[in-house]
């Protein structure tokens, strides 16, 4: 917002005002509020709780070797990939803008706009294993689930339920004034990434499940990134079904959600590819229509 003279003007009088206050008035001490930071798990005892977070923590880490689709137990394949948990949670969920997991415990239960209603942590965690991982949902008892639980819980520790700490989410890239385009994503793709990933994205596998996949980040400019991943989600995926039961209330879905149905008038394609800012012109313009203020998700 820009200030005006007169209130800039008035400010620095005010300034100058509590300058002059207080320096007059006797010196108090001034103490800096804590500063936050992610609880040490090495420290926790070798007691029944320090077992199940650090299972909970072995499970971000190395999803694929205790519940993905090769393991040994049948019972025991939930993920239905051999990615872990900490492929998108980066440093076992610990690492600022990396999707941490600290901090979030003591914000659920959740308004959340895709099932239009209050989650718990449990249903966010079964959401990321039927959507990410493709398999299916931790029973809400499983010792799976309850070491989960733990251990984000315990990435929560010293955090007053309700604070946001800063970090959370993935933070924000400049967007493109054009659609991200795949061919040139292909491209680019081959250029940046094949090494690694090979020609399909199949990626390669260093092991059975029992090592971390791995992976090194090429430097990319944010043309290059939007167009790689452009190129990216064009590709063959499984279809989850029931899609369409996603966002009750379609004014409050992402504009970037690659699948309909949606509530304003844009196509698949463009809600897939961008550009993006006239579609939250729309959306915002009917929520005014509307007269309606959605509750807000957190950041994914």
């Known amino acids: 917002m820009r200030v005006g003279c007169s209130y800039v003007r008035a400010a620095a009088a005010f300034g100058a005002a509590v300058v002059i206050l207080a320096s007059a008035a006797p010196a108090r001490a001034q103490t800096a509020p804590p500063i936050w930071t992610v609880p040490e798990i090495g420290a926790l005892p070798d007691d029944a709780n320090g077992r199940l977070v650090r299972r909970g923590r072995d499970l971000v880490t190395a999803t694929y070797a205790h519940i993905g689709p090769e393991v040994a137990d049948p019972a025991k394949r939930f993920a239905g990939n051999n990615l872990a948990c900490g492929n998108?949670?980066?440093?076992?969920?610990?690492?600022?803008?990396?999707?941490?997991?600290?901090?979030?415990?003591?914000?659920?239960?959740?308004?959340?706009?895709?099932?239009?209603?209050?989650i718990s942590i449990e249903d966010r965690l079964n959401a990321c294993m039927t959507r990410s991982m493709n398999g299916r949902a931790l029973s809400a008892g499983s010792s799976e689930m309850e070491a989960l639980v733990a251990y984000i819980k315990f990435l929560s520790t010293g955090v007053p339920p309700g604070q946001r700490l800063?970090?959370?989410?993935?933070?924000?890239?400049p967007e493109l004034d054009r659609a991200a385009d795949p061919v040139r994503g292909r491209a680019g793709y081959a250029d940046k990434c094949l090494v690694c990933h090979g020609t399909n994205g199949d990626g390669l596998r260093r092991s059975l499940p029992s090592d971390d996949l791995g992976y090194m980040m090429p430097q990319l400019s944010p043309e290059q990134a939007w167009d790689i991943a452009?190129?990216?989600?064009?590709?063959?995926?499984?279809?989850?079904?029931?899609?369409?039961?996603?966002?009750?209330?379609?004014?409050?879905?992402p504009v970037d959600a690659p699948y309909g149905p949606y509530a304003d008038g844009f196509s698949e394609q463009q809600h897939k590819y961008g550009p993006f800012a006239p579609i939250r012109l729309e959306v915002a313009r009917l929520k005014a229509e509307k007269g309606t203020s959605a509750p807000t998700s957190p950041p994914r």
């Open 88 to 118: 998108c949670h980066l440093q076992a969920g610990t690492k600022k803008f990396g999707i941490p997991l600290f901090g979030l415990f003591g914000l659920f239960p959740l308004y959340s706009a895709r099932q239009g209603g209050d």
């Open 166 to 173: 800063p970090g959370l989410g993935v933070g924000r890239m």
């Open 230 to 253: 452009a190129y990216v989600v064009s590709q063959p995926r499984p279809h989850k079904a029931n899609l369409d039961k996603d966002f009750p209330d379609l004014l409050e879905k």
